[in-house]
């Protein structure tokens, strides 16, 4: 297994360089890249610094050069990023300077310098969002690890157990990357419904309350601090119900990311999924009466180890009657260390091939019908791009995640910015977008 790359971070300056540390920090994390205490294990430094005053533009002087000698790969960031000159005048050797709040070019010269390691059974951002995270949403990492073993996973093995972090640093966390401009927080973690269960629920200060380090206390309390919250990563335990009470409300997104990976009970068991005793339909239907707007995406491994045509067919029923309504599909492949490598059974590649096919299908045809029954109404939607040669924006809706769901393409949407949120009125659709024009304004 390739080794995450290592960064040495060096955060001078005042709390708003820190809270540009701190994100740089959390998109680079999320994208597997792990952090160095010390020059010597990092494989680049970042130097974040502050010019405010020519004291404070010596000492980020002085900390770029101390980098350098001790480590020699450094990328200036900051506030002082803004005088390039007087920086590659005294240390041409930097391999890169960009300037306050520049998250993206930050993010993008490490990638340049240090490139991502992805691992599709490692990360949990996929492939393509390594790309840049723009700045209106963010990834909020909310623990490490997992405690379920399934049989085809080697997460547990490379992270180890659950441990989560305490409630009131992720929300100090979230609040930050509000204030820096994110309008939308993806909670992510291996296994989010298990938050909190490693260090019992222990309660921390936030804001003067005691919060507890629990699902539902989280998602209540990130609900409240006025961004999007979409949660990922969820397993359909019973107090996930809790949680959809939450979306009801319109205090989360309605919006739940639960990597099934299959229905058949006799693939499940042999893949050891966590909840898998569940009545997983019956669960899917209260949620729906809960919270009718609910949207489910999910991931499903096509060609495990011992699965029958039965078991197969079984998985495309299932998958019509949950209404999954985005789903993508992977054909199994052993990962080195595994346990599922040991077991029979092996599915021939062009079975996978075709299963893969005919799941994809079935999952277009949920999608279409689920897209479908959205159009006429009005909906609020989170701007990614803008095309004004077309005079077309181009955004998602509270049921579509960046990267991996479907997309609401806006048309007559002059004056809209990227990271603004817009009401649009939903005009027509097809298999995975929807198409809007801009909801007129209220008299
Ligand atoms: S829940 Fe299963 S698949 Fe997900 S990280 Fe844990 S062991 Fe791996």
């Known amino acids: 297994m390739t080794q995450a790359p290592k960064i040495g971070l060096v955060s001078l300056g005042c709390p708003k360089a820190l809270v540009d540390s701190e994100r740089i920090m959390t998109t680079l994390r999320a994208q597997g890249y792990s952090f160095s205490r010390d020059y010597a294990g990092a494989d680049i430094v970042l130097v974040n610094t502050c010019g405010f005053l020519d004291s404070a533009k010596q000492e980020s002087l002085e900390a770029i050069g101390e980098a350098l000698n001790e480590n020699g790969k450094v990328i200036v960031t900051g506030c002082l990023g803004v005088e390039e000159e007087l920086i590659r005048e005294t240390h041409p050797n930097v391999l890169a300077i960009t300037g306050p709040h520049q998250y993206e070019s930050v993010v993008s010269a490490v990638h340049d310098h240090l490139p991502p390691v992805p691992n599709r059974f490692v990360d949990l951002v996929p492939e393509s969002g390594l790309k840049l995270t723009p700045r209106h949403y963010a990834y909020l990492k909310i623990s490490e690890g997992c405690n379920n073993r399934c049989s085809f996973c080697i997460i547990p093995q490379i992270r180890g157990d659950l441990v989560s972090r305490p409630a009131a640093g992720i929300l100090s966390e979230a609040e930050g990357l509000i204030r820096s401009g994110v309008k939308e927080l ?47 990563y969820v397993y359909p335990y019973p107090h996930v119900d809790q949680v959809i009470e939450l979306m009801a409300e319109g205090l989360v997104l309605p919006y739940l990311d639960i990597p099934f990976q299959h229905a058949s009970p006799n693939v499940l068991k042999s893949m050891r999924r966590p909840a898998n005793q569940e009545k997983t339909l019956d669960r899917i239907r209260k949620w729906r009466e809960i919270c009718p707007d609910l949207a489910i995406r999910s991931n499903f491994i096509v060609g495990y180890p011992g699965e029958t045509e039965e078991d197969f067919e079984f998985l495309l029923d299932w998958l019509e009657e949950a209404e999954i309504d985005r789903a993508g599909c992977f054909k199994y492949e052993p990962v080195t260390g595994a346990p599922a490598n040991e077991l029979p059974g092996i599915v021939p590649d062009e079975v996978k091939e075709e299963r893969f096919a005919q799941l994809m299908e079935v999952a277009q045809d949920v999608s279409y019908h689920r897209l479908a029954q959205k159009v006429g109404r009005t909906i609020d939607v989170i701007v990614d791009d803008v095309r004004p040669e077309e005079n077309r924006v181009i955004a998602r809706s509270k049921w579509d995640a960046p990267e991996i769901d479907g997309q609401v393409i806006v048309d007559n949407a002059g004056g809209i910015k990227i990271g603004d949120i817009v009401s649009v009125t939903v005009t027509d659709s097809d298999e995975y977008d929807l198409f809007a024009t801009p909801a007129r304004p209220a008299n």
């Open 186 to 232: 993806l909670v992510i973690s291996q296994d989010t419904s298990a938050y909190g269960i490693d260090i019992k629920f222990a309660e921390s200060k936030y804001r003067g309350r005691d919060v507890k380090a629990k699902f539902y206390d989280l998602a209540k309390e990130l609900g409240q601090l006025g961004a999007w919250t979409r949660l990922h």
